[in-house]
């Protein structure tokens, strides 16, 4: 019999794995080892290692296709984009959707389908494969008599760990991506230093970093899901910390604290807004608008409308509403005589209003050009006592001190993180020093190379 590859989106196809025994196939909702399966029931793995039907072989030929979904695009309009036809797939639509919310496909997610074209140029749908998560994957294929049947199949992850380490080139989003690193990574590094940190302005060239992660690796080692950042290290011009995770046993909150046990954390950020430009500081300036010099109390930050702003400390919303030339607008009163206030805002978020307690980095608003504004911007104000200050230059209240106990645990932790990093660091070093073997001496043959799908549209055909 004649079979086609089925894709399992790490290298390998699903009937060896299923095979040896490294993901577990089921045909219901939840995962069913492959071995545990009831006699009575049709046996998925002939259906996965075979998705052609068994008839007229000969005359059949066979195509994997793999796009990625497109903005708007449901699973019905992908499968018509790659040749299905109409009535196979609402078949495999309806099939798939016994085991997946189908309205939670997102554009860049992956589909595979299988296609035959017999002799008489007629073309069938046998499978399709969706990738729901990065451990998942959902199989339906169509068997002999036409039925369509829904698989499960996760592969049996293994918690491993993962380091990157380097000089600032563009930017730390760039590099850390180019070294491996998800987005997730760089979002959680930028919130532990966020509070001594202005991203935007502070972060230059040749400045070092390192983040030490959590990783999921498949049975090949291979990272297919990241997790907690462990460990981060920034030594640049305006800052030289490192910062561990640590979950105290007393209020059970998870922080990142510095060697001395200082959290990271402080009573307001820095910047409650990412990536805008500052176009106006704190002082005395001549006004865009009204012409004359005047003080001018606050920070701008210009940046698209529609940017989220950020509580920058936790409080009660005192304003939270249209304010004359400020246009949209909100007030939080803090702790300790702090309160700050954001203005110019396109829209408030849901579910707020007046009197709310919002929590730090909560999002209260997005940007605009409402009130008196020549562009969106925020314009942001940092008062104590009643009395402006610079938010840029402000010297902030810091976060907790561990002490006591507490600390003693936290070094054995920090100890223990290190002796994460160390070893990475040692595995590397050894697997740069080693020399590769020669795929053609003694001991070995040449071992063909897999061709790479193209990474600008990941589309991609085969045929077997």
Known sequence: MKNT????????????????????????????????LDENLPDPRAAIASLTSARDMDDLTSEMKRVSVLRNETLSSVLDRMGAPRSEANSAVYAASQLLDLRDMRPGDDVTAWLETGIDGVVRLTGVSLRPAAETQVLVSRGADGTWTPHELKAKLSPGIDYISADVDQSIYQTALGLGANDQQVVDFADIFGYDIDFQREVQTGDHFGILYETLQDERGEPVKTGNVLMAEMDGAALTKTFYRF?????????????????????????????????????????????????????????????????????????????????????????????????????FASGLHRGSIVKQGQVIGYVGTT????????????????????????????????????????????????????????????????????????GYSAVPVAAAVPMETRDATLRP
């Open 5 to 36: 590859w089925f894709d399992w989106g790490m290298g390998a196809a699903a009937a060896a794995l299923i095979g040896t025994g490294l993901v577990a196939a089921g045909v219901s909702t939840r995962s069913v080892d492959a071995k545990s």
């Open 247 to 347: 979950t105290p046993s007393d209020d059970g909150q998870v922080d990142y604290f510095d060697e001395t046990g200082q959290s990271a954390k402080k009573f307001l950020m820095k910047t409650p807004i990412n990536g805008a430009r500052l176009s106006s500081g704190f002082g005395n300036r001549k006004h865009p608008i009204l012409g004359y010099t005047k003080l001018h109390k606050g920070t701008d930050f210009a940046a698209p409308t529609g940017t989220p702003i950020y509580a920058a400390g936790n409080g009660r919303l005192v304003g939270y509403g249209p304010n004359g030339t400020f246009g949209n607008y909100a007030k939080i009163q803090h702790a300790n005589g702090y309160v700050t206030a954001y203005a110019h805002m396109s829209r």
């Open 371 to 442: 009130g008196r504004s020549t562009g969106p911007h925020l314009h942001y104000e940092v008062y104590i006592d009643n009395r402006p200050v610079n938010a840029m230059t402000l010297k902030l209240p810091t976060g907790r001190k561990l002490s006591g106990e507490q600390l003693e645990a936290f070094k054995t932790e920090q100890a223990r993180i290190e002796t994460l990093r160390d070893a990475e660091i040692t595995e590397r070093m050894v697997a740069a020093a080693t020399p590769a073997p020669s795929p053609t001496g003694p």
